[in-house]
């Protein structure tokens, strides 16, 4: 086991980079199945969702080709299995996306219901609503979702609640299915609209994505493509706040400013200045953090993957401020680490109250999902003496070199082994590791 030891009151000052999108790579890699030929993908990160989707391309047959060091060729023809078993399903919500690329392939998909961070309750009825409504059927028994269908045909999709994962996954499954589907109540996430240009720069045909109708008309075959991953919107807004609480000042760079909007937003209210430019944004402190209520909507609201982070931050500014969770039942469960760090915050249901202290204590703490791990980073670097992070198996999931990119702004945390005790939750990404030199390509 590993963990983080941080050495917190350090300025963060310099430049750094974000990765590509976890949340749009890995609903990139499992649609490169709807592909009838190779596809070189850019931009990916190395997290460990990320290697836990390509070894599960790799289990069913796909040839994976590392490329550079952020950059892979896959080639979907050979794949011979339409099954992601347990073992590696339940290592990652994502998992899902599986089923809407094989059945979108072909017809039929067998897939064991995703794990990924305990949020609170995360149905997927929508999913099979949308699958249904394309001419699927589906079997759940054993924990594994069995979809089959004769032939996929477009229809009407109308989502009850607006769902990332389930436009994703109808978006797969009706990009090949005969005629015209129309998705209303959409997502519109940037995640949705990167897929959405993925899935066209193969040959798809779909229209309206990042709006609440998404139209796809479907096509017979998708052909290789050559495609650069959008730059992870949370990463950027996590190094944004981890900027703010250390009063720094940092550019970052490899960023769409458009996607950070509601984030800056919220930011400039709590004193915090930004300056955007075309790909990368100046975020610096100068005076008094002020208090701010925030609630998380569905884009282009503010993201509930930012909330936890900017909670971190609002223990730091002045004043009593609110934050309402609209998308998950449960994500203010980092708050009792934060406590044992100082903090003062209340948490009734999806409501929380921050009574701002304008400090943190370090102290051992542990990381209970992963956004949740991104905010106890953001107080140790920001909190007096020594933090210590454990279970980080969660924020390697979706940061890539989270540690090396803070030292190189001038944090100073570390990651230690521990040798002695393995979480049963973290996900076992050895197989990939050891291949995973980017000196020169090789299979993953
Ligand atoms: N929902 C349903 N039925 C469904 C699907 C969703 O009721 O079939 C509900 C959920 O319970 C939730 C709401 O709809 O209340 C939104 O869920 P959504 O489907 O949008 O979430 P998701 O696709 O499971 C993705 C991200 C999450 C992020 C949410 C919201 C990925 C792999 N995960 O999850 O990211 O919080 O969208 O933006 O894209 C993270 O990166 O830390 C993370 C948790």
């Known amino acids: 086991m590993d963990k983080f030891v941080i050495r917190g009151g350090r300025r963060l000052a310099g430049e750094v980079t974000i990765s590509g999108a976890k949340n749009a790579a890995v609903a990139i890699l499992p649609a490169v199945i709807l592909s009838d030929e190779p596809c070189y993908i850019e931009n990916v990160p190395s997290i460990s969702d990320v290697k836990i989707s390509l070894i599960i391309l790799k289990e069913m047959g796909a040839e994976v080709t590392r490329t550079g060091k952020d950059a892979y060729r896959i080639d979907p023809t050979k794949i011979d299995r339409c099954c992601v078993p347990y073992e590696t399903a339940r290592k990652m919500r ?25 949020l609170g309750d995360r149905p997927i009825d929508q999913h099979l609503k949308a699958f249904s409504a394309l001419g699927a059927d589906y079997t759940l028994s054993q924990g594994m979702i069995d979809l089959r269908a004769d032939k996929l045909t477009g229809n009407q999709i109308f989502f009850d609640v607006v769902t990332v994962g389930a436009t994703m996954n109808a978006m797969l499954a009706a990009v090949k299915a005969e005629g015209l589907t129309v998705i209303e109540n959409a ?15 193969m040959g798809a045909n779909i229209m309206g994505a990042g709006t609440d109708v998404i139209k796809i008309r479907g096509v017979k075959s998708l052909h290789g493509t050559n495609y650069s991953v959008i730059p992870d919107q949370i990463e950027a807004g996590t190094f944004m706040i981890a900027a703010a609480a250390t009063e720094g000042d940092v550019v970052i760079k490899n960023v769409i400013p458009k996607h950070l909007e509601s984030i800056t937003k919220k930011l400039e209210k709590i004193g915090v200045n930004i300056e955007s430019y075309d790909d990368s944004i100046r975020v610096w402190v100068d005076g008094p953090l002020v208090k701010a209520n925030v609630k998380t909507s569905p884009h282009p609201g503010f993201p509930t993957d930012m909330q936890p982070q900017i909670a971190t931050l609002l223990t730091l500014a002045e004043g009593t401020s609110i934050i309402t969770e609209g998308i998950w039942d449960q994500r203010f469960r980092y708050v009792d680490e934060l406590r044992r760090m100082g903090a003062d915050i209340t948490v009734n249901g999806t409501v929380a109250l921050i009574e701002g202290t304008g400090r943190l204590m370090g102290a051992p703490v542990k990381a209970c999902d992963l956004r949740a791990g991104a905010a106890l980073i953001i107080a140790g670097l920001a909190a007096s003496g020594i933090t210590e ?56």
């Open 94 to 118: 994502a998992s899902y996306y599986f089923l809407g690329a094989l059945l979108g392939k072909f017809n039929k998909a067998r897939v064991s219901m995703p794990g990924g961070c305990p």
């Open 389 to 444: 992070i454990e279970d980080i198996f969660h924020i390697e999931r979706g940061y890539d070199g989270m540690e090396i990119k803070l030292r190189e702004i001038g944090a100073d945390i570390k990651k230690v082994s521990v040798p002695d005790k393995i979480s049963e939750n973290e996900p076992d990404t050895k197989a990939v590791s050891r291949n995973d030199s980017a000196d020169d390509a090789e299979a993953v």
């Open 187 to 201: 997502a519109k996430e940037p995640h949705i609209v990167d897929l959405a240009n993925f899935l066209n720069s």
